[in-house]
């Protein structure tokens, strides 16, 4: 690889600090090369506390942590000004299309994860993907002609072709260079001036659409989508919590649920739990 570390990327909000924190950890867990992990936080801003909390993997396991405060990105702010969003799909979904200009010019590939993920393989095989002459790497989206078709998969037809693969931007393994010379950014700006940008699903959307038939096939295990307990007898490398129970739930039959808890820790567990609650309350009497 052109770089002995390995460079991670993750993007959050202050809602999601504890499941990023244990997507690190597990990365942590089932390496061998922890002091070469460079964690790439692209965040919107966080408090104290939950900052300490994530400087922790530092202190535990040695590996590297890079902050980007996406606040300051004039970029970032233009683009979510125009673009979709909702309480679950919060701006800073959109924090991943920027990468290329975040990270350091030296930086030549990137893993790219969202936070409702559990690592349990060594992240270097991942890092070490082959990706041919494309920009990316990624697995194909088990839901994808839903997603791009909806009911009876029927909307979006002079967008989307269900017979094209459709890739989840879970994770994403990122050659820099070709993903920079692509121009996300312009591109952005073309969806937004012809309308389409406001019949996408998000930002996974866009890079199927920048990305069509450009990207390289990764193995499932690398990212298995709704990952249920029957996954766990396949021995995934990846968990992929895209379904509506997650780990972090007092109860769900989501793979590996019990790990998940430990590799967040009990105490940071029922912390995250306490803050979900007290969102989830406040929202309520907002909306009496």
């Known amino acids: 690889m052109p770089d002995a570390k390995i460079h991670i990327a993750l993007a959050f909000d ?3 600090w504890a499941p990023a924190y244990a997507v690190m950890r597990s990365i942590c867990l089932f390496t061998k090369r922890r002091g ?5 936080l692209i965040h919107q801003p966080i408090t104290d506390e939950h900052r300490a909390d994530l400087e922790k993997i530092s202190d535990e396991f040695g590996a590297t942590l890079v902050w980007h405060d996406l606040t300051k990105s004039e970029l970032f702010r233009s683009v979510v000004s125009r673009t979709p969003s909702s309480d679950r799909w919060t701006s800073v979904v ?7 200009t975040l990270v350091d010019p030296d930086v030549k590939r990137v893993i790219y994860l969202d936070c409702d993920m559990l690592v349990r393989s060594p992240i270097e095989e991942l890092y070490a993907a082959e990706l041919g002459p494309h920009p990316i790497g990624a697995v194909r989206d088990t839901q994808g002609a839903f997603i791009v078709g909806g009911k009876d998969i029927k909307n979006n037809r002079d967008i989307f072709d269900p017979a094209d693969p459709y890739f989840n931007s879970g994770m994403l393994v990122i050659d820099i260079d070709k993903w920079r010379a692509t121009d996300i950014p312009a591109r952005l700006e073309e969806l937004i001036a012809s309308g389409v940008m406001s019949r996408l699903y998000y930002d996974q959307d866009v890079l199927n659409l920048i990305f069509k038939n450009n990207w390289q096939h990764i193995a499932p295990r690398w990212n298995t989508i709704d990952a249920r307990h029957p996954h766990e007898g396949l021995d995934p490398a990846i968990l992929h919590y895209t379904g509506p129970f997650k780990p972090w739930h007092v109860v769900s039959n989501v793979a ?4 998940y808890r430990h590799i967040m820790t009990n105490e940071l567990f029922y912390r995250f739990m306490r803050h979900r609650w007290k ?4 929202k309520r009497l907002r909306l009496r």
């Open 36 to 40: 070469d992990l460079v964690f790439h």
């Open 94 to 100: 959109y924090g991943r299309l920027l990468v290329d």
């Open 256 to 259: 590996f649920r019990r790990i």
């Open 279 to 282: 969102r989830w309350w406040l």
């Open 14 to 16: 202050d809602n999601f």
